[in-house]
């Protein structure tokens, strides 16, 4: 329990993939970690592992029915969410993005001029919020507001940790975390939903999420119920926003440990955005800036765990599973198997030069995988890379605390439980030049 990010992949490592029973009490979960495993759980016998159960009551109390949920919820979700996430779409977004994303890392000359260091998980929360802002709601909210916003899904995420941890604790006692959850959670309502409603009266057709959701629902459904929006943005904004920031956050710690990676990936970005300021363009001629990410969310998954339910009897790796029982998916595990990662704990992002060749297609999970994959992919790497690529293009960043991170739950998703600091050294140029 003090650690169970890490005690949770020793246990699928030790055991090399083999089914786990954890025996919590009366609560005894099954750990998977195998490729072929998570292949039947997340793919081939997908409806028979649902998202249901004791993990999934506290993430549900603030997402609700939508992308996160199940059955009709999901099912509906997804077919009004798909088309807003393709490659194409994300596209279409990324302009405005990118102009988000200059101009905050922008105002982090003051730091640079000063010498004073950044708060990397603060920074960049706040810069990942306002360019997933500005994708959801255009310009209908203050920045002000936004910045109201990232807080509150850090408390809710944050809070539910006890829950996440003794996920049989009755929910008719109160236990740490859970006032703080009920209050963020009321706020981001109060946040969100006047946006909902001044798209829905401004009704122009625009192609920011909230406006693409207003529509889509009101084409399919007939109707656009406000709470189903409501799920829907705020699904999409977690999962979205908190997830890219904590990869962020990671990044740099990384880059510290690796100067080689570092000095090649600074090299990268000068070359192909050469001081100029950086636009979507660049992003598909950075290649080992997506390799680094790649490698990146190998080392350090976004998801801690993957937990699903078992509905019908059934059988893992030749253990057999009682309905009802809890299944634990633990990409950090899986990402670590000597078996589909040699060397699973170097970071190498040369590693997927060769990109997936012969390497089994679920031993990488970042982002699930089957029916219920995340739709945010293309979105990820587009806007983290942008992010990075703005701050090498203006600074030499330098850990100034340097440390072993240790990596713990912030709900669902892996955070570091250190804080880390940049200072940012400026780059001169020779603008004649």
């Not at 310009?139 to 807080?151: F, K, Q, V, Y």
């Not at 008719?172 to 209050?183: E, H, N, Q, S, Y």
């Not at 992010?387 to 605390?401: C, F």
Request: net charge neutral.
């Amino acid at each position: 329990m003090r650690n169970p990010v890490t005690e949770l992949a020793r246990m699928g490592t030790d055991a090399a993939g083999r089914v786990v029973r954890l025996d919590l009490g009366p609560f005894r979960p099954y750990l998977i970690s195998h490729p072929d495993h998570v292949q039947q759980v997340l793919k081939t016998d997908w409806s028979n592992f649902v998202r249901e159960g004791v993990f999934w009551r506290p993430l549900q109390r603030l997402i609700g029915q939508s992308i996160l949920a199940e059955d009709e919820g999901w099912a509906s979700a997804r077919k009004i969410l798909q088309p807003l996430f393709t490659a194409r779409y994300t596209a279409s977004l990324a302009e405005d993005m990118a102009d988000v994303i200059a101009e905050r890392v922008a105002e982090l000359d003051d730091f640079s001029r000063t010498g004073r260091p950044i708060d990397v998980e603060h920074e960049m929360t706040s810069i990942v919020n306002e360019a997933v802002i500005k994708v959801l709601f255009g310009g209908r909210i203050s920045r002000d507001t936004a910045e109201r916003l990232a807080p509150e899904f850090a408390t809710c995420a944050t809070s539910i940790a006890f829950r996440m941890l003794f996920p049989g604790a009755p929910y008719t006692i109160k236990v740490p975390g859970d006032r703080a959850f009920l209050r963020s959670a009321k706020k981001i309502d109060e946040i969100v939903y006047p946006l909902i409603e001044q798209a829905q009266r401004e009704n122009n057709g625009g192609k920011e999420v909230v406006s693409a959701l207003l529509t889509a629902r009101l084409e399919k459904e007939g109707r656009a119920d406000l709470r189903q929006v409501r799920d829907d943005l705020v699904s999409i904004y977690g999962a979205a926003s908190e997830t890219t920031a904590m990869s962020l956050i990671w990044l740099w710690s990384v880059l510290h440990d690796h100067p080689e990676v570092n000095a090649r990936l600074q090299e990268e970005v000068d070359r192909v955005v050469g001081g100029g300021p950086v636009r979507p363009s660049h992003v598909a001629e950075m290649h080992y800036l997506r390799m680094v990410l790649q490698e990146l969310l190998r080392v350090y998954p976004n998801a801690w765990i993957v937990p699903r339910q078992t509905v019908a009897d059934t059988e893992i790796g030749g253990v057999p599973i009682k309905a009802g029982s809890q299944v634990l998916i633990s990409p950090y595990a899986t990402h670590r198997l000597e078996e589909f990662w040699p060397r699973p704990t170097e970071f190498d992002p040369e590693r997927w030069a060769g990109e997936n060749t012969g390497r089994h297609r679920y031993a990488f999970i970042p982002f699930g995988a089957g029916p219920h994959v995340c739709l945010g992919q293309h979105l990820f790497y587009v806007e983290a890379s942008l992010v990075i690529a703005n701050l090498l293009t203006r600074y030499r960043p330098v850990q100034t605390n340097p440390q072993k991170l240790t990596p713990v739950p912030g709900g669902a998703t892996l955070r570091p439980k250190e804080k880390l600091f940049l200072q940012l050294h400026p780059i001169e140029r020779n603008h004649a030049a």
